[in-house]
Every structure is written in structure tokens, then in C-alpha cells.
T-cell receptor, first 115, second 112 residues
């Protein structure tokens, strides 16, 4: 059974700092990996999707990498801003049998960017 | 504008009541999902649908039921709400196999 772990559970950084969030998964047979952002009491916003054949994806100040063989992904945030404060979720998409693919989520990293 | 909608956003209801959480999407996606999320915990898939008249249960056992009569609509029903059903329920949709999932704003349900 696929398990997704995110470290650290919480992170507090001063504004302007670059930071890295980590995600690891136990089964490397994934279809793709998706990073989300969740603000308190709200739904999820998709940030980046990396296909299993890709090594990284970039969107603005965000860069996500994927090392499928070692079961790891990182989300790099450059020049952090207070508006980046949120919980960041990692989810892996894998075949779950009977023709279905399912997302398995980590518990997230709660990021606080201090002005 | 293509989007995914959930109503109500917040609901406080007494034990034993029947409730339906609504989810609609205007993106024309075939695949739709319901997830349950307790505070500080990961999301768990409780139901999914790959098209009209197709519904399946997810990994997390749930006493809720779903229906998919129209492509854009995927409501979730609890026949008799209990305090253990208190949680946040998130609806999502996607266009193709393993493709990016888009989430609605969620319904926060409290059963007293």
C-alpha cells in the first residue's frame, strides 16, 4: 500500500528566504506526482504536476523535482513571501487496480512566512 | 469560467438528519471524486466516478452514498448523520486517466 510522508510537518521562515519541502513515497510505481496548496478551511489549489517520466517542473517561484527511483520529490520555493503561508500537500497518482488510478496524499507541511 | 463548486460551505446539523452535499463542475470532466479530511490529517478517497451511472467506493470506508446521473453533478448523501461524520468533505474532478485533479472549496460538516 502506497504511503506518502512529508517532512517537516511545520516550517517557519523569515520573508525572502528560499526553502525546500520534502515528500517521500514508498512505492515507486507512480503515474505522476502533484503538489497542492491548502489555505485554512479551504479546498486545494494545484501548484505543479510532474509526470513519472519527468525530473522537474517549474512555475514562477516554484520548482518541483522528482526522483522516482528513490521515491522522493521536493518543492523549492524561492524568495518566500507572507502570502506563501499555507499547508503544502504532496500526492502521488498510482494504479490501484480494476482500471482505476488514485491519489494518495501526505499530511502536508504547514509553512509560515514571517514578515 | 470553468470551475468546481460545492454547497453548502458550512453545515451544522443534528444527529439522525439526512443531508446531501452538492458538487458541480463546469469543466466537462468525466472523472469526479469525494475526499474526507479531518483536521491535521491527510485526505482520504471515499467515492469516485469515471462517468455517468458509474460510482465506486474509495479506500476509506464511508457510510455515505453518491450518484452520478449527469456528468457535471456528483452529490454525496448521508442518510442518518452522526457525530463521527464531522469532517471536511472535498470534491474534485479530472479530465483523463491520471491527469491533474481540481478541487472545490470543500464543505465543513459538523454533526451535533
Amino acid at each position: 500500500k502506497q504511503e506518502v510522508t512529508q517532512i517537516p510537518a511545520a516550517l517557519s521562515v523569515p520573508e525572502g528566504e528560499n526553502l525546500v519541502l520534502n515528500c517521500s513515497f514508498t512505492d515507486s510505481a507512480i503515474y505522476n506526482l502533484q503538489w497542492f496548496r491548502q489555505d485554512p478551511g479551504k479546498g486545494l489549489t494545484s501548484l505543479l504536476l510532474i509526470q513519472s517520466s519527468q525530473r522537474e517542473q517549474t512555475s514562477g517561484r516554484l520548482n518541483a523535482s522528482l526522483d522516482k527511483s528513490s521515491g522522493r520529490s521536493t518543492l523549492y520555493i524561492a524568495a518566500s513571501q507572507p502570502g506563501d503561508s499555507a499547508t503544502y500537500l504532496c500526492a502521488v497518482h498510482a494504479y490501484s487496480g480494476a482500471g482505476s488510478y488514485q491519489l494518495t496524499f501526505g499530511k502536508g507541511t504547514k509553512l509560515s512566512v514571517i514578515p | 469560467e470553468a470551475d468546481i463548486y460545492q454547497t453548502p460551505r458550512y453545515l451544522v446539523i443534528g444527529t439522525g438528519k439526512k443531508i446531501t452535499l452538492e458538487c458541480s463542475q463546469t469543466m466537462g470532466h468525466d472523472k469526479m471524486y469525494w475526499y474526507q479530511q479531518d483536521p491535521g490529517m491527510e485526505l482520504h478517497l471515499i467515492h469516485y466516478s469515471y462517468g455517468v451511472n458509474s460510482t465506486e467506493k474509495g479506500d476509506l470506508s464511508s457510510e455515505s452514498t453518491v450518484s452520478r446521473i449527469r456528468t457535471e453533478h456528483f452529490p454525496l448523501t448521508l442518510e442518518s448523520a452522526r457525530p463521527s461524520h464531522t469532517s471536511q468533505y472535498l470534491c474534485a474532478s479530472s479530465g483523463g486517466t491520471g491527469s491533474e485533479q481540481y478541487f472545490g472549496p470543500g464543505t465543513r460538516l459538523t454533526v451535533t
